[in-house]
């Protein structure tokens, strides 16, 4: 029952945005948009979250499209240590988190 | 600062041995989740304790797998008669409340070898 639409794989050069798509058309109102990664051997880790506004923080910035049908999420300057499997995850503000199979971005030097 | 801490880190164990896996999530945590992922797949969510209560227990596969967290913090996740399917990296992520913006602080898992 995966409620989003990644990638299976992107590559990014090192130094360079890493723009990450996201389908989920099927969202309903009270569903927020999450990302999450992990790292090789890591627990995932919490990047951003949105529910219809854009939103930036110290890590990346997350796209909302007007309709809430789909989202990217950028990092403005890939590094090596960006390489992981990324998360794109909607869920209403209070519950567990569903993950699906993410996009598995290597960053190249 | 003590993150979510999960032991041991790794558990190797025989076809129908009993199994258990402890989560010390970060202090003043009242929220507690369990996954589980199995090689090349995403986390697959398991339970989810709110204080000292189980909220969602939906993702428990069948009966020999259960969890406790009896005062609301370290968290106890008990598999019996262990089978070789049941080898993945069981992580457990720890939040605020499960009422917060939604930021679950994870473990760095316990692998679960059955041979």
């Known amino acids: 029952d995966a409620k989003t639409t990644q990638p299976t794989s992107m590559d990014c050069a090192e130094g360079r945005a890493a723009n990450l798509p996201c389908n989920h058309s099927t969202i309903s109102g009270n569903e927020y948009v999450y990302w999450y990664r992990q790292i090789h051997s890591q627990g995932p880790q919490y990047i951003i979250h949105?529910?219809?506004n854009n939103e930036t923080n110290e890590m990346a910035s997350l796209i909302i499209t007007e309709d809430r049908k789909s989202s990217t999420l950028i990092l403005p300057h890939a590094t090596l240590r960006d390489t992981a499997v990324y998360y794109c995850?909607?869920?209403?503000?209070?519950?567990?988190?569903?993950f699906g199979q993410g996009t598995t971005l290597q960053v190249k030097p | 600062g003590a993150g979510v801490s999960q032991t041991p880190s790794n558990k190797v164990t025989e076809k129908g041995k009993y199994v258990e896996l402890r989560c010390d999530p970060i202090s003043g945590h009242t929220a507690l989740y369990w996954y589980r992922q199995s090689l090349g797949q995403g986390p697959e969510f398991l339970i989810y304790?709110?204080?000292?209560?189980?909220?969602?227990d939906s993702g428990l596969p069948n009966d020999r797998f259960f969890a406790v967290r009896p005062e609301g913090s370290v968290s106890t996740l008990k598999i019996q008669r262990t089978e070789r399917g049941d080898s993945a990296v069981y992580l457990c992520a720890s939040s605020p409340t499960g009422r917060d913006t939604g930021e679950l602080f994870f473990g760095e898992g316990s692998r679960l070898t059955v041979l």
């Open positions: 304790f709110q204080g000292t209560g189980a909220a969602d």
């Open positions: 949105g529910l219809k």
């Open positions: 995850i909607v869920r209403p503000h209070t519950g567990k988190l569903i």
